[in-house]
């Protein structure tokens, strides 16, 4: 509730979530249709939304702790009742409620100005979408618990993560299976990330009419990343806060 | 005379501030990451597009290359000034500036050339990874013209491009003076604007008219054709024509984006924002 106050109570964070999204997308369509394959526009849309989610899961779950520790706010966190991994799954679904203009911005841009074909089996798209995002912010939260122990560090790192995992996990186009650019060593880091094997599943579904019966290794896979994701970020935050308070570091202003 | 110290510290802090996070080398080894994966990410798209479309063209690849490589590296710089004014107005620092007897332009221009230089470093860094994975990745040999001349053609272009990417940094941090949260959507609005609209990916002219007609105008697309014509087509005709409008269209952009900073950096102290943290 108070991440969906903080963005829908100062409509500007809206629009700040809107840019990069809205515009890559923009340009990447325009890029699949100046190479000659305006059937492949629906790529750069479907890559438009879930960047959208990534680039949340990155400033305002993996760096939020960082954050919240200049403010002031984190020794509120420590002092509540509630428990760190309630916090950051509060978290995780108000950032999902605040991304959700700028996913449905991008759709909707997209469509209007591209028409891009579409062949969905639409019970895989959503059952694919939910746990995309389950798996993805459940690696939010376990970044959260390593970015714990960072300060001013935790922005460049972000950056760093940030277009790597992108291109990796073939946001805005296959980067695993027979479409894929990457050779195979490549293809199965790739999919060690949970956002790889959404991206994959959802394109599949949502263009190539693939069902359940087509997708459901993908979404044994990213429930299970999802499970194991959730449980390691669980053990990662209780040691991490464990180990700052005997050292006195845990709400230390690192700037 | 023009003393051109503060400018030069300027410049030390920035440098500083943007590697001295860990050590030099692995902030350098660490920004180059993010161009390589961008140059990387247009590139593949270009070639997934062509070769379905059975249009697989590698001068064009070449086109796509270049022009990723060299629209972030307009993005990263011309930014700085932004961040440097709401950094130091959330952590306190940029009230010093004013403090001192040196102007803030100034202090912003330094903070933006130090970004150039390091911008420089990993985006050449990036083409050159780029180009040899892509090559390996596609099977293909990227066609670049790279000699002692073309290389020459385009450091010279990137020099030009400074006073335009400087202007886009003054106007921009005309607004962080009064913004109080949106300064942090400005690098993806201005990525994403400068990918459509430069000329980085695709033709301007693939853009409805008026708007490829603005586009193919602006400095930063000039700039961009300039580097190309140095380094895929070799071609110094052309490269000077471009090289004469980015540097023509780059000073008008630099007047007028000083202009509207000192103008906003003036109402600022009357309104007294000018030193107003930011939430």
Known sequence: MVRLWSIYGEPLWVLVNLGFPVLSSLALSLLYVSAGMADYTGFAILGGVMVSFWGNVLWSMASQFNWDKQEGLFEIYLTSPASMPAILIGMSLGGIAATAPSAVLVTIVGWALFHPPIAASWAAVALTFVLTLASLYALGMSLASLYLVYGRQAESLNNVLQEPVSMLSGIYFPSIGSFSPFPFALQVVASLIPLTIGMDALRRSLFFSQGLASVWPSLLALAAMAVVLLFVSTRALKALEKKGRMDGTVAVRIR | ?279
């Open chain 2, 1 to 279: 005379m023009i003393n051109l110290r503060p400018l030069f510290v300027a410049a030390w802090m920035g440098v500083q501030h943007d590697l001295s996070w860990t050590t030099p080398g692995a902030a350098l080894l660490l920004n180059t990451i993010a161009p390589i994966a961008s140059a990387m990410t247009t590139s593949i798209i270009y070639w997934l597009g062509s070769t379905t479309a059975g249009a697989f063209d590698p001068s064009r690849l070449a086109f796509v290359l270049v022009g990723a490589t060299l629209y972030a590296h307009i993005a990263a710089y011309s930014w700085v000034p932004t961040q440097a004014i709401a950094e130091g107005k959330n952590l306190g620092v940029f009230p010093h500036v004013y403090i001192t007897s040196r102007s803030s332009a100034l202090y912003l221009a330094g903070r933006a050339l130090s970004s150039f230089m390091i911008s420089t470093t990993t985006s050449m860094a990036a083409l050159t990874v780029a180009y040899f994975v892509l090559g390996s990745f596609f099977h293909t040999t990227i066609p670049l013209v790279v000699d002692p001349s073309t290389v020459l053609m385009l450091a010279v272009a990137l020099l030009v491009n400074i006073p335009g990417a400087l202007g886009l940094g003054y106007l921009l941090g005309a607004y962080s003076l009064y913004a109080s949260k949106f300064e942090w959507a400005l690098p993806g609005y201005v990525a994403g604007l400068l990918m459509v609209f430069s000329g980085a990916l695709f033709p301007p002219s693939i853009l409805p008219w008026p708007i490829s007609v603005g586009a193919a105008a602006l400095p930063y697309t000039m700039f961009i054709n300039a580097a190309r014509d140095a380094i895929i087509y070799d071609s110094p005709a052309a490269y000077a024509s471009a090289l004469f409008y980015c540097a023509v269209g780059g000073l008008l952009a630099l007047v007028f984006g000083l202009t509207v900073f000192r103008a906003a950096e003036a109402k600022a102290r009357k309104d007294g924002v000018i030193d107003r943290r930011l939430a």
